[in-house]
Structures are given as structure tokens and as C-alpha cells.
């Protein structure tokens, strides 16, 4: 047992000496990593996430992963309605250069390297809502229709 | 007491598992953003930050300080109470639409999901210099940056001075026993009967709150009560928010039931004959429903952070920083801003300030062009609803929030897909700031 433990230990000084040009690299590029500024477009992007979900993982339509052309080109079209919904106005609020971040946002996060903070890969239904402790009889369903074809309601 | 235990026990078993065992139903959607793994990484940036209250506001600080700051960022959430419960919905427990219970959320999937550490208890004093919170069990947090969420407290009128008068006559403008005590007086009404509630004068807790209070208490009234009115006395000189909507509510929708004073300042209260003393003279009813004017929650005044008329934090809307206490935060409905106070808006004020945190502990400045948005969908009648929208922006010249021309607006006209919309809306907002 003692040996054992002895030869764990070993073993752990040969993985930090094997990891330590890495370490030191790190700890001099540590200023610059730390001031690295956030991911483009999250902020702004976390507008969305009250309504479509954090990360845009879903709620009303799941926005994570979506192509960043289509997020634009959807949401520069809800501006120019003239009855407009709720999401149609909400549209107006950005500029072209700031819809363009929010989708750049949502389709980094299709594969989930660029921000390392979600898979990006699941698929979000709320129609289970049921809540027994409760005489709500209104439940989430799970909404696969764009807001194009809510309009046509 | 126990009953509370139970539904909170019953409520973290329901988050921490994922399981859809009871209660509020956006916790189906715990699963599903478990599911969804939003999780912290190291980002090399280090701190500590302590929020003290875990609303709307205050449990989405923590939880995207987290998952934007990472897991350096050593996150301790002070709260005094064992869950919350939301005001958003509230109405409906009136008309027996919705439970009490199915408002209600603890912090644990916070914790369990993002690392943040939960401290249950109240706040003695604020120390701004030596940068530390005494809590009321004498024992200290130490901080590097400080988030103030404490919500909204309310003013004492003339005659609502004890515990007694208060349960005679409750606001319930903060979702809990009153809600129920609220509910129960609704429900003794006698057909004919008369509810009378008054709203404050701005800025108060959700705008169209109370407007949207009235419809679904004329509409229950109107199903179970017959002949029962419902007398609205407006401190304001007109509807505050949704003036299309809530116009054609009370001339159309509800004509008949709800009759609507504006201008009206409230002098006194007669817990006992249910008696108000106004500006337009006497007003009695069988149930009195007076919302007092509001003011941040004590924590703010107690540690000398009410700059703005004595009751509301000034902020730089860049970062959420106090103008008065470098390094203290104040977000929501406690500090004063162009904004209005409402949760979904309070939920985006606290990734602005999470962010600039984050940014700041890293060495950077604040996002110099944050964007927020307010939005809320409130029902008019048991199965319809309306929705109010809008962006605001933040303008350089004023310093301030400002709505982006053209991004505000409101429903056309109530539906029921507004109302099924709610309940969508409702589920992931919650979820967005509490799991």
C-alpha cells in the first residue's frame, strides 16, 4: 500500500513536471487571457434568452446553432410588418450590425467550441408542463412554429 | 410552517433531480436546460462577488456570473428566505387559475448547476471601504465586487401602522401570504359586493400590474359574483402602461364592472370599517386592496444607498455600479433608472451587470453599448391576454437607457394565443433566471 501510494505520488510528479512548460506558458499569457474580451455578440444575444432560453437552448424556437443568415435575415424581415406581434417589434430595437452579432452568437454555438458553455445539441420541449400542484391547466407546448407563421394565425 | 418546508423540500427535490414531480411548471424545464448543459468553465478571470437577494434580479446575476465569469469567480448568493415566490402570475392565484404554490422556486439548482453558494440569511450592514457584508449571525463576506438586489419595500400609510390593519387591508404587491389572504377576501364577496384597490404613483413594481389585477378580478367577479364592481383609484393621471389596451378593457371588455379614477392621492385607511379617506372623498368596500407607494427594500436605505429621492440607488446603467459606493452594484427594481420595474427587464439589467463584472475583474471596461429589454404578456380575462414590449438602448449623451424609436409597442387587441404565449413566456423566463 505504502509503495503504491509512494508510486501514485511519483507519478503525479512526473505530470506536473511533464505539464509544466504548459503551465508557464499559461501563467505568462495569464494577463493576456484574462483580459481577452468576451465572446462578440453574447451580451447583446442575451436579450434573446428570456423568451428562446439561456444559450438559446429553447422555449419559444431554439435559436442555438441556427445558421447566423437565417437569424438576420428572419429578424430584419419582422421589422418591416405593419401589424406588427411582439417579436416583430421587439426586431426593431437592433441595427443591422447587432442582428448580424446575434447570429453570428447563436450559430457559434452550434458545435459548442467557440464559448465552451453549451452542447448546442439538444433538443428543447416544454410541452411536459404539467404541474400537479397546481390547478394551472395552461401548459407550455413546445412551439415549432416560426413567428412568419404566426402572423398567419 | 411545515407546509412551507414540505412545498420548498418538494420543490428542490423537483429541480436538483429533474424529476416533474409537483408545482410551478417551468420546472419541467429544469430538465431540459440541465439537458442543455450550460455550464461554467475556467475563463482565468478570478473574484469574488456576493449578491445579497435572489429575485428576478439577484438569482440571474449569480447564475451568469458564473456561467460568463467561470469558476474562478467565487459566486455567494444572501438570501433570508427558504424559496421564492414569483409576482409574475400572481394575479391569476386570485381567480384560483394558479396555485401559490406553483410560484414558488428555490436556489439549489443554482448551486447545483453553476457552482453559486447559497448563504441563507439577512444582511446587519454594508462595509464599502473594507469591502465585506455583515450578515445579522455576525458572521462576514468578504467581496471584491457587490450585487444589491433587495427588490422593492413599500411606505406605511395612515392607518395601516400594525400587522393587524395590513392583513385587513393587504397590498399583496409581493407575492405570498397576502396573495392568499387577498384571494380568500376575494372569494367571501358577497354578490354586489365592492373591491377597491388603488395603485401608487410611479415608479412602481410592474406597470401594467395592477391594471391587469383588475381585469382578472372584474372578469372572476363578473363569472361568480354577479353585480360585484370593482373601483380602481389611479394616484396616476393616466394609465401608466398599455393605455390602448387597458382603455378598451375597462370601457368595453369589463364595462359595467370596473369603474376607473384617476388623479386620486389616498390619505388614510379605516382597517376596521374598510374605509379609505381620499382626495375624491370616502370610499368603502368589502375588500380594500391598497398598493402603497414603493421604495427600494431596506438594505438600500439602512447602508445610506437611497441617493434618488430618498428611496431608489442611483446607477451607472453601464455596469450597474453605484454613483455613491464604488465597487457596490445595485440592479432591479431597487435602483432608479429610465427602465421600468418588472422582472423579465430586472433579468436582462442583471447580464448587463454580470457581464460588466465579469469584464471588470478581468481588467476590462463595461460594454459601452448595452442593450435590455422589457417584456411581459398580462391577462385581460380567464383565457385571453395582451403583451407589452421594448428595447431600450443606451444613449452616451444622457447616460441613460432610452427606447430605441419604433421598438416599443403593445397588443393590438387581447387573444388567446396571447395567453398561451404567457404561460410559454412565463416558464422560460424563470427558468432563465433561476436554473
Known amino acids: 500500500v505504502i509503495s503504491r501510494t509512494f508510486d501514485s505520488i511519483n507519478d503525479m510528479e512526473i505530470d506536473m513536471k511533464r505539464n509544466l512548460w504548459p503551465l508557464a506558458l499559461l501563467l505568462v499569457a495569464g494577463s493576456a487571457a484574462v483580459q481577452a474580451a468576451p465572446p462578440a455578440g453574447r451580451l447583446l444575444a442575451s436579450n434573446c434568452f428570456q423568451c428562446h432560453g439561456t444559450n438559446g437552448s429553447g422555449g419559444f424556437e431554439r435559436l442555438a446553432g441556427m445558421s447566423a443568415g437565417e437569424i438576420v435575415s428572419e429578424l430584419r424581415e419582422m421589422r418591416t410588418q405593419s401589424a406588427p406581434d411582439i417579436m416583430e417589434v421587439h426586431a426593431r430595437g437592433y441595427s443591422d450590425a447587432q442582428l448580424q452579432a446575434i447570429g453570428n452568437y447563436f450559430a457559434s454555438l452550434r458545435s459548442g467550441t467557440s464559448t465552451g458553455t453549451t452542447t448546442g445539441t439538444t433538443t428543447v420541449s416544454t410541452s411536459t408542463g404539467s404541474s400537479t400542484g397546481s390547478n394551472n391547466t395552461v401548459t407550455s407546448g413546445s412551439d415549432s412554429r416560426t413567428h412568419r407563421e404566426r402572423d398567419d394565425d | 410552517m411545515m407546509t412551507k418546508r414540505r412545498d420548498f423540500l418538494k420543490f428542490a427535490g423537483t429541480a436538483g433531480l429533474g424529476l416533474a414531480v409537483s408545482g410551478a411548471s417551468w420546472l419541467s424545464m429544469a430538465g431540459n436546460a440541465l ?35 467561470g469558476t474562478g469567480v467565487d459566486v455567494t448568493l444572501v438570501e433570508r428566505d427558504a424559496y421564492y415566490t414569483s409576482n409574475i402570475m400572481s394575479n391569476l392565484v386570485l381567480t384560483g387559475q394558479r396555485t401559490l404554490q406553483s410560484l414558488q422556486i428555490g436556489w439549489s439548482t443554482l448551486a447545483a448547476n453553476y457552482g453559486v453558494r447559497l448563504v441563507r440569511g439577512e444582511v446587519a450592514a454594508i462595509d464599502p471601504v473594507g469591502r465585506s457584508v455583515a450578515l445579522t449571525d455576525g458572521s462576514r463576506l468578504a467581496y471584491d465586487r457587490l450585487v444589491v438586489a433587495p427588490g422593492v419595500d413599500f411606505d406605511i400609510l395612515p392607518g395601516l401602522e400594525t400587522a393587524a390593519a395590513q392583513a385587513r387591508v393587504p397590498h399583496a404587491w409581493k407575492a405570498g401570504p397576502q396573495t392568499t389572504q387577498l384571494r380568500n377576501m376575494i372569494t367571501a364577496m358577497p354578490n354586489g359586493g365592492v373591491f377597491v384597490m388603488t395603485i401608487p404613483a410611479k415608479p412602481y413594481r410592474c406597470p401594467p400590474g395592477p391594471y391587469e389585477r383588475a381585469c382578472v378580478v372584474a372578469d372572476w367577479l363578473k363569472k361568480n359574483r354577479p ?110 433608472t429610465t427602465q421600468p420595474k418588472a422582472g423579465h427587464i430586472a433579468n436582462q439589467e442583471a447580464k448587463v451587470c454580470a457581464d460588466a463584472i465579469v469584464r471588470l475583474l478581468g481588467g476590462l471596461q463595461p460594454d459601452p453599448s448595452p442593450v435590455t429589454n422589457s417584456a411581459c404578456y398580462s391577462p385581460i380575462t380567464a383565457d385571453t391576454a395582451s403583451w407589452l414590449t421594448a428595447v431600450f438602448a443606451y444613449d452616451p449623451v444622457t447616460r441613460t437607457m432610452q427606447v430605441v424609436p419604433g421598438a416599443s409597442g403593445e397588443a393590438n387587441r387581447p387573444s388567446k394565443d396571447n395567453y398561451e404565449q404567457m404561460s410559454k413566456w412565463f416558464t422560460t423566463l424563470m427558468a432563465d433566471s433561476f436554473v
Open chain 2, 35 to 69: 439537458a442543455a448543459s450550460a455550464v461554467p468553465t475556467n475563463t482565468g478571470i478570478r473574484g469574488r462577488v456576493v449578491v445579497i437577494g435572489g429575485g428576478m434580479a439577484g438569482a440571474t446575476a449569480a447564475k451568469y456570473l458564473r456561467l460568463w465569469g
Open chain 2, 227 to 336: 353585480g360585484a364592481k370593482v373601483i380602481v383609484l389611479d394616484a396616476n393621471p393616466d394609465i401608466t402602461a398599455e393605455v390602448h389596451t387597458f382603455t378598451e378593457a375597462f370601457n368595453v371588455t369589463h364595462a359595467g364592472v370596473v369603474d376607473y379614477y384617476t388623479g386620486v392621492s389616498i390619505n388614510a385607511v379605516d382597517a376596521g370599517t374598510l374605509t379609505l379617506t381620499t382626495s375624491i372623498g370616502n370610499v368603502q368596500g368589502n375588500v380594500l386592496n391598497v398598493i402603497p407607494p414603493h421604495r427600494a427594500g431596506k438594505v438600500i436605505a439602512a447602508n445610506g444607498l437611497a441617493d434618488v429621492s430618498g428611496r431608489w440607488t442611483g446607477v451607472n446603467v453601464l455596469s450597474y455600479e453605484t454613483l455613491a459606493a464604488p465597487g457596490v452594484h445595485v440592479i432591479g427594481d431597487a435602483s432608479a
